[in-house]
Nanobody
Framework: QLQASGGGLVQAGESLRLSCTVS????????MGWFRQAPGKEREFKAA????????YYADSVKGRFTISRDNAKNTGYLQMNSLKPEDTGVYYC??????????????WGQGTLVTVSS
């Protein structure tokens, strides 16, 4: 089970940190990622990190602004979002996958947390 949290309403330029806590699984065995679904649009890949944390991947739209990380001892992954823009608005979902990392990952999904960025 994946539990995402940390969303909220912020102004453009501000920061948020999302968390994703995983229970019932060996967390380090799973690659982890974050996707965003904007209103009326499909879910879109934003960032991913390998199970060991040694490699990270980002969508071009968030490179240099978002940082994905994980603490395997706490079974928790994070997405630090800086310099937020109104176009970052949407529901953010965390995902865990034992094999795939990146745009095609998607074995286990969390329930999503809403991020709203006002201009």
């Amino acid at each position: 089970q994946l539990q995402a949290s940390g969303g909220g309403l912020v102004q453009a330029g501000e920061s948020l940190r999302l968390s994703c806590t995983v229970s019932g699984r060996t967390f380090s065995s799973y690659h982890m990622g974050w996707f965003r679904q904007a209103p009326g649009k499909e879910r879109e890949f934003k960032a991913a990190i390998t199970g060991s944390g040694s490699s990270t991947y980002y969508a071009d739209s968030v490179k240099g602004r978002f940082t994905i990380s994980r603490d395997n001892a706490k079974n928790t992954g994070y997405l630090q979002m800086n310099s937020l823009k109104p176009e970052d608005t949407g529901v953010y979902y965390c995902v865990a996958d034992p094999l795939r990392v990146g745009v095609n990952m998607g074995t286990y999904w969390g329930q999503g947390t809403l991020v709203t960025v006002s201009s």
